[in-house]
């Protein structure tokens, strides 16, 4: 069984960067999809950035533009997120996701695609 656990939210000033890890297990393979989301309040869950089975990254709308990146391991045990110039907009609950099919950048931020998920990590941004 697939477990994520993603770690380094908290209170973060607006403008700052922040960085997240996931850290995965159970994973018996590299060929896994894994993608990050965030859902803000009152708002539906959003997909950040996802990394296909053989290694192509996908930026979702929010991370282009030099605002944020990811990235991830070989054998897909750890996966990373930064976000930069962050804004109070950027507040929420950001997750980990991965799955053993393989993704296309055109699916690869659909949450439904993914079979397991992480516990979520709180963010907040303040202005």
């Known amino acids: 069984q697939v477990h994520l656990v993603e770690s380094g939210g908290g209170s973060v000033p607006a403008g700052g960067t922040l960085k997240l890890s996931c850290s995965v297990s159970?994973?018996?393979?590299?060929?896994?999809?894994m993608a990050w989301f965030r859902q803000a309040p009152g708002k539906e869950r959003e997909g950040l950035g996802g990394?296909?089975?053989?290694?192509?990254?996908?930026l979702g709308d929010s991370l282009q533009k030099g605002r944020g990146a990811i990235g991830g391991n070989d054998a897909r045990t750890s996966l990373y997120l930064q976000v930069n110039r962050l804004t109070p907009e950027d507040t929420g609950v950001y997750f980990c996701?991965?799955?053993?099919?393989?993704?296309?950048?055109?699916?690869?931020?659909?949450?439904?695609?993914?079979?397991?998920w992480g516990q979520g990590t709180q963010v907040t941004v303040s202005s």
């Open positions: 996701a991965a799955t053993p099919s393989r993704l296309w950048p055109w699916n690869i931020l659909q949450q439904e695609q993914y079979s397991s």
């Open positions: 159970g994973v018996t393979s590299s060929t896994y999809s």
């Open positions: 990394i296909t089975t053989d290694g192509t990254l996908t």
